[in-house]
T-cell receptor, first 116, second 111 residues
Framework: SAVISQKPSRDICQRGTSLTIQCQVD?????MFWYRQQPGQSLTLIAT?????????ESGFVIDKFPISRPNLTFSTLTVSNMSPEDSSIYLC?????????????FGPGTRLTVL | GQQVMQIPQYQHVQEGEDFTTYCNSS?????IQWYKQRPGGHPVFLIQ?????EVKKQKRLTFQFGEAKKNSSLHITATQTTDVGTYFC???????????FGAGTTVTVRA
């Protein structure tokens, strides 16, 4: 298994500002993903964080709004830029691969974001 | 987007009763996964099914993959309050093998 921590666990932000969320894993992993989960909804994949190269974004998500970094195999950040109330959501990172059970994804505890 | 339909969206169960949640696809799936998310928690991997007609059990939970690999079910017997949460099925997209989650079945239990 993998132990994943996310910082911050929650935040309340003003519109127009940006927030960077950190995801730290206790072991090296192949794949790292960022998801968004709005209240009462399912999980929507934002992007795949690629180590050493630009993230791969899903349809409807762009780098200018959600810049992602992945400097190594255990750490990634997601920035929510120029926030609006519509960005209020839970943001989750997940990991897969490199010593973990094949195809099994482990999720971090999530960051609950409220934008006023 | 979601490639699977999950039903029902909500399931209210009397403690001790059984229930089943279903996940259906219009296309043949390579495999299917199930996750559980407790209220206020994050999704936790339960199981992966790969073979046609496969049945796997985890204590009171029984997971089944259809013969045609287009549907799956999760059956819980003798429901307990610890079963409360949302159960998601998830499948791999055929083009890039990224996970796509179903809408989930949210389970509440009446004591």
């Amino acid at each position: 298994s993998a132990v994943i921590s996310q910082k911050p666990s929650r935040d309340i932000c003003q519109r127009g500002t940006s927030l960077t969320i950190q995801c730290q894993v206790d072991s090296q992993v192949t794949m790292m993903f960022w998801y968004r989960q709005q209240p009462g909804q399912s999980l929507t994949l934002i992007a795949t964080a690629n180590q050493g190269s630009e993230a791969t974004y899903e349809s409807g998500f762009v780098i200018d709004k959600f810049p992602i970094s992945r400097p190594n195999l255990t750490f990634s950040t997601l920035t929510v830029s120029n926030m609006s109330p519509e960005d209020s959501s839970i943001y989750l990172c997940s990991v897969e691969g490199a010593g973990l059970a094949f195809n099994e994804q482990f999720f971090g505890p999530g960051t609950r974001l409220t934008v006023l | 987007g979601q490639q699977v339909m999950q039903i029902p969206q909500y399931q209210h169960v009397q403690e001790g009763e059984d229930f089943t949640t279903y996940c259906n696809s219009s296309t043949t799936l390579s495999n299917i996964q199930w996750y559980k998310q407790r209220p206020g928690g994050h999704p936790v991997f339960l199981i992966q099914l790969v073979k046609s007609g496969e049945v796997k059990k985890q204590k009171r939970l029984t997971f089944q993959f259809g013969e045609a690999k287009k549907n799956s079910s999760l059956h819980i017997t003798a429901t307990q309050t610890t079963d409360v949460g949302t159960y998601f099925c998830a499948v791999f997209r055929s083009n890039d093998y990224k996970l796509s989650f179903g809408a989930g079945t949210t389970v509440t239990v009446r004591a």
